[in-house]
């Protein structure tokens, strides 16, 4: 807009006196304070604006004249003293940016204020379109107007001069936009995470390095991967744990830093083994899954590892597509669960990460993997991560230790029915394993939980009645005893019988003190006098051994092989153990597996490989 065209609209104004007194003031004032203040006289416009003036310029109370032209005068206003010149409106002797920023404070929330928005609305379309220059100007200038309505400008100041003003106008300007345009709405406060209290007896462990606080207010340094459990809410919102990993000890942490894991294994005593949580990187898969890649470790699960290997060397596929790489760091193994009717799987699946139980200090698995450090060049995570997931689904590393049946693992990771199958007579386990390999089935055998040993002497030495020796294995080599089954008697009975208590001991009527240590077999006979036998050769021991079960053929008791193939006139079994060569037992014969072993889990026909 030209400086002319806003000096005429301004010496329009101060020259505008129409007649109708404060009634009128207030109608034209109702249809738009920016219009209401053109059409009134500069006294009315003082009266109507004193609470801004009075903002603006603290000072004497004094009461505004009443607006001329009219019958009736306009309600007396308190407004304050200021330096005057010819007229009751206060002077400003100059107005630039600070002091618009008080007009501006002053302003909002009167009349005009909400005029001049109003204006600015309808030239900006609501304040959605893009402003022009015309636009602006007009806004200004109606603001300006305001301001003269309200104040007498000091000699050398004028809208036409302050229409110049750049810092002014952008005050102005800037304060209509952010009235005009609707503020978003604020956003609704982000409710705080709540931190869940896991249930008491949930296991877990401690995702940083921090501090257990104890009761007594002492402090105990925990390390990231440290196992505890759940024992509910403490005070102020900490959470009860005992700490596990070989602290066994009570306290509080912040409930954020516990995470949900599989309970780790227990001891023989029941007490839960000191391993942490290690976080593992490395590949699912190192090219095709392989009953190569399986490796036990220190968790009674032969049954479940024997499983997955199996099933591997018979179709490396289904274990590929039984494991996720969800690319967050975590997995989702999918099993299948045997429904009510026996015959129909319902797909199950269970995510994990790669946090697994280890030896503390060492970058080893305890189960899963542990054969040797971990390497993730030369080992896949796929054992582990299926085993962690089924022990999760299961209830934890503790449920599936106790051992379990090879088909059911079998049916899980397939979702296809297994079967037992009765032993083969001697001269058909050839025969029957070479079909089962051209069916491309997955099997699984067991052995013996023990060997008897019947009437065997020679295994004593010594002479007037103390005796020492070691019951062996088949193959003389020291055997593990199971507890309550040895019985030694002196054949030309004299010496009478002993027998062992289940704790270690050897009692008989002529026995004065006896004793046997069940894991290396070594034993020790002391008789009383005149019952002793006559000779250490006199002694038969009868017994039974478990452990190893024949030395040559690395043969376990109590133990799930996988089936590897046939080669020649012999069985290849895999020992789920690791891959240390020598730990896989020997090619072995059919009359030799029908000595060692009970047990065949067969998984039905699979699909062919590739």
């Known amino acids: 807009m030209q400086h002319v065209q806003a000096q005429a609209q301004s010496s329009a104004l101060a020259q505008a006196r129409p007649a109708g007194g404060a009634a009128a003031v207030q109608a034209k004032a109702d249809n738009g304070a920016h219009d209401a203040l ?17 903002t603006l310029a603290p000072g004497a109370p004094v009461q505004a004249k009443p607006a001329e032209g009219g019958a009736a005068a306009a ?71 305001a301001v003269e309505a309200a104040y007498s400008f000091a000699e050398g100041v004028s809208i036409d001069t302050l229409l110049d003003d750049a810092q002014i106008r952008a005050t102005f300007i800037g304060a209509v936009k952010k009235d005009a345009t609707p503020a978003p709405a604020p956003a609704p406060e982000a409710e705080k995470p709540k931190v869940e209290i896991p249930r008491s007896g949930t296991f877990g462990m401690v995702t940083s390095d921090t501090e257990l606080v104890k009761a007594d207010g002492s402090k105990l340094a925990l390390k990231a991967g440290d196992a505890c459990e759940s024992q509910g809410a403490g005070a102020d919102g900490m959470l009860k744990v005992l700490v596990h990993s070989g602290k066994e000890v009570e306290g509080t942490i912040d409930p954020k830093l516990f995470k949900t894991q599989p309970r780790i294994s227990t001891d023989d005593d029941g007490k839960t083994q000191a391993y942490t949580y290690q976080k593992y990187e490395g590949k699912a898969f190192l090219g095709e899954p392989s009953v190569m890649d399986v490796d036990q470790g220190a968790l009674g699960d032969c049954y479940l590892i024997s499983g997955m290997g199996a099933v591997a060397a018979a179709n490396p596929e289904i274990i590929k597509k039984a494991v996720k790489d969800n690319g967050d760091g975590t997995y989702t193994i999918t099993f299948y669960e045997l429904q009510k009717d026996g ?41 582990a991560l299926i085993e962690k997931a089924y022990a999760q689904w299961q209830g934890g590393y503790t449920a599936i230790q106790k051992g379990g049946q090879s ?82 008697k002196d054949a030309a009975g004299k010496g009478g019988t ?13 026995v004065d003190s006896g004793s046997i240590a069940y894991d290396t077999g070594k034993a020790a006979l002391t008789y009383k006098k005149d019952l002793a036998p006559a000779d250490a050769k006199d002694l038969e021991a009868s017994y039974q051994f478990e452990g190893t079960l024949n030395q040559g053929l690395n043969i376990h008791g ?25 730990k ?7 009359a030799q597996f029908r000595e060692y072993f009970e047990t065949i889990a067969v998984n039905a026909t699979l699909p062919p490989k590739g």
């Not at 289940?502 to 008989?508: D, E, Q």
Request: charged fraction near 20%; glycine fraction near 8%.
């Open 38 to 54: 053109r059409g009134m006289s500069f006294d009315a416009g003082a009266a109507y604006l004193a609470p801004v003036q009075a």
């Open 558 to 582: 109590d133990h799930a092989y996988m089936f590897r193939g046939v080669q020649g006139e012999t069985l290849l079994f895999h020992n789920p153990w690791g891959p240390a060569a020598h």
């Open 343 to 383: 015959k129909t799987f319902k797909p199950h699946t269970e995510t994990v990460d790669s946090y697994l139980p280890s030896y503390q200090g060492q970058k080893r698995t305890t189960y899963a993997q542990s054969d040797t450090a971990f390497n993730p060049v030369s080992q896949a995570l796929w054992p």
């Open 498 to 510: 002993a027998t062992d208590d289940k704790k270690g001991k050897l009692a008989g009527a002529s």
């Open 407 to 488: 088909s059911k693992a079998m049916e899980a990771i397939t979702g296809v029915k297994s079967v037992s199958s009765a032993m083969p007579k001697e001269e058909d386990v050839i025969a029957t394993f070479a079909q089962w390999q051209k069916e491309n089935k997955a099997v699984v055998c067991g052995t013996r939980d023990w060997i008897q040993q019947t009437s065997k002497t020679g295994l004593f030495e010594g002479a007037g009645g103390s005796f020492k020796g070691a019951l062996t294995d088949e193959q003389g080599m020291a055997a593990e005893i199971v507890k309550g089954t040895v019985k030694v």
């Open 75 to 145: 309600a007396p206003v308190q407004r304050l003293a200021v330096q005057r010149k010819n007229t009751t409106k206060p002077t400003l002797d100059k107005l630039d940016a600070p002091t618009v920023a008080k007009v501006v404070a002053a302003l909002k929330g009167q009349g005009v204020w909400a005029g001049a928005v109003s204006a600015y609305k309808a030239a900006t379309q609501e304040g959605k379109a893009p402003l022009e220059r015309a636009a602006e100007d007009d806004i200004f200038l109606e603001l300006l107007v």
């Open 584 to 590: 896989h037992p020997k090619p072995m014969t059919a």
